[in-house]
């Protein structure tokens, strides 16, 4: 607003001063109570002034949580490529370039760690890839806990190698449980370690649209394995849905692999330029785990 809208009423004012005859005095009384009224005028148009100010602050902030609001379905939904497995982590050095050459990323879930593969994972955490926990012994982790007690499981398959990477400067905040067995009481216990935790839904699931129904902490990933990678139906399918829902759709595979798969659990390049070719027709970003809300 705009405060050369009050000039004519001040310069009213102005000129009522300094008159001397009846006739102008009759004129300045006249004017006086012009220019008290007009001065009224003008305490109301400043109070308006002020409300509206007000106004458009309030107007400001509501802008402000719009674009909160926005942003964080807009994402437009992202992608999470995961992959799992220690043994797996050759695979992923020799074809991280593919991933930066595509603007994609990766966050790699390793199970049994060893000093082995620190520096090989220290470089791939240096180039914008998330380093994962996925236990010490990739052990079935329902089967361990039903033995011998949720807090022995925890203590050693969990906290003792994941306090190792931490030390060894890896920034480790996201695991993935091995066969994809798991339970609610196993989930929770990894919350005061972890920010998320990731399952993953079997062949068998009939829809993915469990795949993106995520609480924020427990996400489930659909396989692109060899094992079951059927794009157009399924993968490409949770791609556009996660797109237009707004949320993150997390895929998971397991070592990467040049040509005709020799396992089920390999990731072809093959399936990774689809993946990575779709995503740009549709618009859709990468992420790792650590970055999704
Ligand atoms: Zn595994």
């Given amino acids: 607003m705009s405060t ?14 300094g008159c001397s005859s009846d006739k102008v005095k009759e004129v300045e009384v006249i004017k006086e109570v012009e220019v008290i009224k007009e001065v009224e005028v003008i ?16 107007v400001i902030k509501e802008v402000e949580v719009m674009k909160e609001v926005i942003s964080g379905r807009a994402n437009q939904g992202g992608v999470v490529l995961t992959f799992d497995d220690g043994h797996c982590v050759d695979s992923w050095v020799e074809h991280a370039h593919l991933f930066e050459e595509h603007g994609a990323t990766a966050t790699l879930y390793v199970s049994k760690y060893n000093s082995d593969m620190t520096a090989n994972l ?20 329902v089967e361990w806990a039903e033995k011998e007690g949720v807090e022995s499981w925890l203590s050693g398959a969990v906290l003792n190698s994941l306090t190792t990477m931490r030390n060894d400067g890896l920034n480790v905040t996201a695991f993935a449980f091995p066969f994809g067995a798991y339970n609610l009481e196993l989930s929770e216990a990894l919350s005061a370690e972890f920010t998320s935790v990731r399952g993953y839904l079997t062949p068998k699931t009939e829809s993915l649209r469990f795949a993106t129904q995520s609480d924020g902490y427990f996400y489930n990933g659909i396989g692109i394995d060899s094992a079951y990678f059927e794009p157009q139906e399924r993968v490409f399918g949770a791609m556009e849905r996660a797109m237009k829902t707004g949320r993150d759709l997390v895929l998971v595979g397991h070592c990467i692999v040049e040509g005709e798969v020799t396992d089920r659990w390999q990731t072809p390049t093959s399936t990774l330029l689809k993946i990575f070719e779709h995503a740009k027709k549709i618009g859709m970003e990468f992420k790792t785990m650590n970055q999704l809300k």
């Fill in 4 to 17: 050369f809208k009050y000039l004519p009423l001040a310069i009213a004012i102005v000129t009522s001063v």
């Fill in 43 to 58: 305490k109301e148009v400043e109070v308006i002034k002020e409300v509206e100010v007000i106004k458009e602050v309030e």
């Fill in 122 to 141: 220290l470089d791939l955490q240096s180039r914008g890839f998330e380093i994962a926990h996925h236990t010490t012994y990739h052990a079935n982790a």
